[in-house]
């Protein structure tokens, strides 16, 4: 690319117009001739002012022209500008085809395109694809697999999986769609590939089926992101456990206690979520640090759903009203640099019908409703994480032969530990007791539940793409059928790979 030898063409401009405007200043400044003709009048303040501003819509128009590759591709330097006796019009001279020069005039200055502005995205290409797969390998190794009719057999509400005759299967493969749509207006859309559907072909069970987990819009009526009006399908925020995405957990399942509030952990609804900037900063530091959080959500959210489960159609003229509050406290005070003490909880009011094993709903409406507290010590190296939660809710009374009003209660304790650096990769060891006694009314008729588990397991990231999490459950279950009583007793052994994309 050739380039004027004196400099850019704009500073040539501009050199030679200021040396043209001031040039019959320095004719003043000279001893007159008294031979010579008078030299014409100084222009005036003006005149200088409308050149300066012809100027400036000459350079304009050159910069057009050098963005669009004539100006910057010259053979030969500019010429200066010149201006008529008498008059305060500019001529500047550019060099054309022919290596001639040719002047600029104001209608080519006002035919002169304007820049190009840069073309807005379409909605369509703000969006970006993300997903994770869990492949999954269950094995019972001693215990009640089996029972005859009327015992429980050894089975969780977490994964239909774990079952005899079973080996591999993926627990969930999700594709999540997401982004800004513009300024006030995110998307957010994650179906799963691997719902299982039962009853197909004399109860058979078919895998791979398709289920809708998430579809909402996030709205931001101020523009500001630390508020958010949730409007869709989305997680009911109750429990911290809830809230946490499975990609993100140590433990392959969530809880009984804190998962039987919101099966499948999703409602339709409206919620309202608001995160103080200064607890944004304590979040973007953890999860910088490789923490796992209970994800994009805020420090509170009040919300109202249909209240009547995930994928399931309302069954009565009610809504479902949660609420949470979460809050982390930095240690450095205390001398634990770096730690944080995240504390809160969450209440839920709502009634609901349960399906009965006769078909359809229960004619009556059931209160359900609970209060829970969770506190979470992040690991720095060593951690706790926390939950209870207490509520009445529907349940089978089998010596009655139909759903009441039960009490129930029951939560978890977690030990985890998080090393950065190991032979494999990041290391998170963990051992979690878990408790509950309550109803399930998510299940048919709402049966009881009473369960107690330790866990002891361990997660390594041999690539950020790759995640492997083993466990050895020792179990004690009753099986969520109110037809079986009495608890499965037994001990499991489960891996899973997960890849995130």
Do not use: C
């Amino acid at each position: 690319m050739l380039r004027p030898p004196y400099g850019s063409p704009i500073r040539l401009i501009i050199a030679a117009a200021l040396a043209g405007a001031s040039a019959p200043v320095m004719a003043q400044a000279t001893t007159p001739d008294a031979s010579a003709p008078a030299p014409p009048q100084a222009p005036s303040v003006a005149d200088l002012q409308r050149q300066i501003d012809e100027l400036k819509a000459i350079v304009a128009a050159l910069q057009v022209q050098q963005a669009q590759g004539s100006v910057a591709s010259a053979p030969a330097p500019f010429a200066a500008p010149s201006a008529a006796p008498g008059s305060s019009m500019l001529a500047v001279t550019t060099p054309n085809t022919a290596g001639s020069a040719a002047p600029i005039t104001p209608a080519q200055l006002a035919a002169a395109p304007a820049p190009a502005k840069p073309k807005a995205k379409a909605w369509y290409e703000k969006l970006r694809l993300r997903g994770y797969t869990q492949m999954r390998f269950n094995q019972i190794v001693s215990g009640d697999a089996d029972a005859p009719s009327g015992l429980s057999r050894l089975r969780t509400i977490g994964d239909g999986e774990v079952r005899p005759d079973n080996n591999f299967s993926f627990r969930r493969l999700r594709m999540i769609l997401q982004g800004d749509l513009n300024d006030h207006v995110s998307l957010y859309f994650q179906p799963d590939f691997a719902a299982a559907v039962s009853n197909q072909s004399v109860g058979e069970r078919r895998e791979g089926s398709v289920s809708l987990r998430d579809m909402y819009a996030d709205v931001f009526p101020t523009g500001d992101k630390a508020f958010r009006v949730r409007l869709g399908q989305s997680k009911v925020p109750y429990g911290w456990e809830n809230m946490q995405s499975s990609s993100n957990r140590l433990a392959l399942d969530r809880t009984d206690a804190i998962n039987t509030a919101a099966a499948g952990e999703r409602d339709l609804g409206i919620v309202a979520y608001y995160t103080p900037p200064k607890v944004q900063k304590i979040w973007d530091r953890l999860t910088a640090d490789g923490q796992k959080l209970f994800g994009n959500y805020g420090a509170f959210g009040v919300g109202a759903f249909n209240g009547q489960g995930l994928n399931r159609t309302e069954g009565n003229d009610g809504v479902m009203l949660v609420g949470l509050a979460t809050w982390p406290f930095e240690l450095d005070g205390l001398g634990l640099d770096g730690q944080v003490l995240e504390i809160g909880g969450s209440v839920m009011h709502n009634r609901i019908r349960p399906e009965i094993r006769t078909g359809g709903l229960s004619a009556a409406s059931f209160k359900d409703e609970r209060v829970n507290l969770h506190a979470i010590l992040y690991p720095q190296p060593i951690g706790v994480q926390a939950e209870w939660n207490w509520g009445t809710g529907p349940e089978f009374v089998p010596s009655r032969g139909r759903i009441e009003e039960r009490p129930l209660d029951g939560g978890y304790v977690q030990l985890m530990g998080k090393i950065d650096k190991s032979p494999i990769g990041p290391f998170y060891p963990f051992a979690r007791w878990q408790y509950y006694r309550g109803g399930f009314k998510a299940a048919v008729n709402a049966p009881r539940l009473e369960t107690e588990e330790l866990e002891l397991g361990f997660e390594f990231q041999l690539d950020p793409a790759l995640e492997i999490t083993t466990t050895y459950g020792f179990a004690k279950r009753k099986e969520a059928d109110e037809r079986r009583f009495g608890q499965a007793e037994g001990q499991i052994v489960r891996v899973q790979a997960q890849w995130n994309y």
